[in-house]
């Protein structure tokens, strides 16, 4: 059993960042940067309206008001994609629209309420002043032409791809999506949706992993239930090795008569890393390579896998596809957590922000096969090994459920 920082520095020695490819904007959704997005034009592009209404010279609305409107005359349309050529002069106006090209000479709008509205009229009466540069927006404001718009590493959300739209980019370079196999060994398994005879129960770790690995942006080439028994798994394996980048299993790590999967691996060559980490859940966690192919063995018990994916196997397929490092949250305890004396200790949990802080406690049940615990977590808690429980308004390090979000208040 070795220290799971140990264990963690033996991963990271074994982990590449994967090739980078070419994707659609309309695909990027989800996947990881390979470059730097850089802006190829200022934005705004060019001077524009931010309203419907008249530009104007503002020395012309000088005085004006309802009582008092001042008559310009209408010279011109601007529209949004349809820029005027006419060049105002004094006590002349252009009737500009929303997104529409600021004419030559106009250095303001008039929103066409403060106005007599639009019509083909030949003049046009302001109600208010204007001072110049109101509703404008102007050309530069937000992004300079060759500003570093999104870093290379960060992850493809709605406000990335509406970025990279605003800026024209139809194509993305991205770092490809890693192969994965996931599969569950166990004669007892089931799948969800048949009955159950005495002493089975439903196969549910590889739901959770085929679904952390879509939320992850993994794409799953091979899933499977396998029986215990060593001919099945072998077919599997081999194949698996031969076809992706990580193999994930959950299940016959443990000491169990019929927990075969290391010694497959084993035989088929695979580089032992470690077996066994000081942690719990998940002591049993087998780590190997063989073939460039990173393999995973996380136990059996639903808690222990699904904690041995958010903490082994989400950080290295992140880093195998190039996201950033994202740096370590720590949160106040709000209630004591159970800490080992030599083993990191992991727990669903829940946190908050009270007082402007981060304030966590753990889940109530705390059995490795109680994985309803998950059910209301919003993130893992782990704790170093340390003598005693660690207490209330000691620091703790929390591990947010990405696709959770953070609660405000307090969790009763
Ligand atoms: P093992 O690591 O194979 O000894 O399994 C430990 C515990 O986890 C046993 O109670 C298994 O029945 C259970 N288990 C193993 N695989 C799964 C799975 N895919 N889904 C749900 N429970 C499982
Ligand atoms: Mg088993």
Same mark, same amino acid.
Not at 309 to 335: D, H, Q, R, Y
Not at 340 to 361: M, S
């Given at each position: ?174 770092? !490809?999506?890693? %192969?994965?196999?996931? $599969? *569950? &060994? +166990? /004669?007892?398994?089931?799948?969800? =949706? ?85 942690? !719990?859940?998940? %002591?049993?966690?087998? $780590? *190997? &390579? +063989? /073939?460039?192919?990173?393999?995973? =063995? ?115």
């Amino acid at each position: 059993m070795i220290p799971f920082k140990e264990a963690k520095a033996i991963v990271q020695k074994q982990l590449s960042q994967l090739d980078s490819e070419l994707v659609q904007l309309k695909k990027a959704s989800g996947r990881i940067l390979a470059e730097n997005v850089v802006a190829s034009f200022p934005s705004p592009r060019f001077d524009n309206s931010a309203m419907d209404g008249f530009a104007v010279r503002a020395n012309d609305t000088i005085g004006a008001t309802k009582e008092n409107p001042i008559s310009l005359k209408m010279v011109s349309v601007s529209a949004a994609g349809m820029p005027s050529d006419v060049e105002i002069s004094p006590g002349e106006c252009i009737q500009c629209m929303t997104g529409a090209a600021i004419p030559k000479g106009a250095d303001t709008i008039i929103m066409v309420e403060d106005s007599s509205g639009f019509s083909d009229d030949d003049t046009v009466q302001i109600m208010v002043e204007s001072h110049r540069g109101k509703h404008i927006r102007r050309m530069g404001e937000e992004m300079n032409e060759d500003d570093i718009l999104i870093k290379k590493g960060t992850r493809m959300t709605p406000s990335e791809i509406g970025t990279c739209a605003t800026f024209g980019l139809g194509e993305l370079t991205v770092f !490809k999506r890693p %192969k994965i196999a996931i $599969f *569950g &060994t +166990g /004669n007892e398994l089931v799948e969800p =949706g048949f009955e159950l005879k005495d002493g089975q129960i439903y196969n549910s770790n590889l739901f959770v992993f085929a679904d952390l690995a879509a939320k992850v942006g993994a794409e799953v080439i091979m899933r499977n239930v396998i029986k215990d028994d060593k001919e099945s798994l072998r077919a599997f394996l081999s194949e698996a090795l031969e076809t992706c980048d990580v193999i994930i299993s959950s299940g016959g790590v443990s000491m169990g008569r019929f927990d075969y999967v290391r010694d497959v691996f084993m035989e088929l060559g695979v580089t032992e890393h470690f077996w066994k980490v000081a942690q !719990k859940p998940g %002591k049993p966690l087998f $780590f *190997g &390579t +063989g /073939n460039d192919t990173l393999i995973f =063995g996380l136990p059996g018990n639903p808690v222990s896998s699904y904690i041995g994916f958010m903490e082994w196997v989400w950080p290295a397929l992140e880093s195998m596809m190039g996201k950033s490092e994202s740096k370590p949250i720590t949160g106040i305890l709000a209630e004591p957590f159970p800490r080992e004396k030599v083993k990191t200790r992991f727990l669903f949990g829940n946190a908050w922000i009270e007082n402007n802080q981060l304030v966590c406690k753990p889940a109530s049940k705390i059995g490795s096969h109680m994985l309803t615990s998950s059910l209301e977590a919003n993130c893992i808690l782990a704790s170093e090994p340390g003598e005693s429980v660690l207490q209330v308004g000691e620091k703790i390090r929390v591990n947010l459920l990405p696709w959770k979000g953070l609660k405000s208040g307090k969790v009763l």
